[in-house]
């Protein structure tokens, strides 16, 4: 009786994660969007905030990204997070050679990327801030068409496009695929009013919203969430004000893990901060996305004790996959990844075990990020 049972919540459980991506193509596709090309009168000024730690190797390519940027009326702040390399170095270089260009450092007791963005507050007088890494790169446009964004659709925050430059090696491509998916999800719950994912990669808020919901304030002690916590936040305080720019002009792109470690380590980090969430149904749904391959990876194991398991695991794998892979071929092309449909069946297979395992060990693991160990 308890396996008829379990297998019925496992179907409750799937036509939920069927509908919900069936919900999220309804959004991404009913959205429309244009590229206006307009230019924003020079009163309106943006601060770049670049919160950084061990970044030598990064920095010079990102300095000629920053230097190509169109948009006039722009500074840029960047945050050293006590780093141990020379990139202090390049830092002051830079900002000697671009009148505006400043930077700081964090005091000694203080460190995190939250601590450095909230630091960077009381040194920043622009209206709008722009967030990204320093282990990124943008097209020229991409200041411009961020803040073309935000004017257009009086927005208070603005969560942009992020992609991952994958190398033509199979885990390269399946982290770009994945993390595709991740964004183009989170801009489909902004179009659907219902704010649950973003990247701090490439988000645009004004300060005036920052200090007024509190900035992170009562989450500082957890290691990620410097952007979904804040979304979430100004969510609540502006409502209708959150956008997602879904214009390739302002993508932003940053490099796939090299190691399966420092992958697990980048994944562990993003999971930390499930069940932090201020909004309880943002948990809810990803305790329930986390059950879907958690349910499947169980039937693995008990189709050895009833082989009925072994039936209802195709079936539930194959309805899980069936609407993710239409949703995968609607986003990938914005992203100009159309090619990288070709990974979706094995990365299937991977992902059972890798989200099962990811959400168990983001709430319990250790892991090392930029130097650091996080308990």
Known sequence: ????????????????????????????????????????????????????????????????????????RKQFLFIDDHSEDAGNELIDAYCESHPNARSIRLPEGIGGKKAALSYAMDHVHSEWILCTDADTSMGPDWVLSMMQF????????????????????????????????????????????????????????????????????????????????????????????????????????????????????????????????????????????????????LDLLLGFYAPLFFVAFFIFFFAKMLPERHFYKQVLPFFQQAALIKNFWISELVQVVYVAGIGLLGKFAAYEWKGRKHE
């Open 1 to 72: 009786m308890w396996i008829y049972s379990l297998l019925f919540l496992q179907g409750l459980l799937n036509l939920w994660y069927i509908r919900l991506f069936l919900r999220y193509t309804r959004s991404w596709n009913n959205y429309s969007f244009t590229d206006s090309g307009k230019t924003l009168p020079v009163s309106d000024e943006v601060c770049i905030l670049i919160a950084l730690r061990n970044e030598e190797k990064n920095l010079p390519r990102l300095f000629q990204f920053l230097d190509k940027q169109t948009y006039a």
């Open 150 to 297: 935000a004017k257009d659709r009086d927005a208070v925050f603005v969560s942009g496009p992020v992609a991952m430059e994958e190398d033509g090696s199979w885990f390269s491509r399946w982290q770009a695929l994945e993390f595709s998916g991740l964004i183009a999800i989170g801009g489909a719950g902004i179009f659907m009013d219902r704010p649950t994912m973003c990247n701090g990669a490439n988000l645009l808020y004004r300060r005036e919203a920052f200090l007024q919901v509190g900035g992170f304030r009562g989450n500082e002690k957890i290691a990620s969430g410097d952007d979904q916590f804040l979304m979430h936040r100004i969510h609540e305080q502006y409502p209708g004000r959150v956008h997602f720019c879904r214009e390739q002009k302002a993508i932003v792109y940053t490099e796939t893990q090299p190691t399966f470690r420092k992958f697990l380590s980048q994944r562990i980090r993003w999971a930390s901060k499930n069940g932090h969430f201020e909004r309880k149904e943002v948990s809810t749904e990803m305790v329930g996305v986390w059950l879907v391959p958690a349910f499947l990876l």
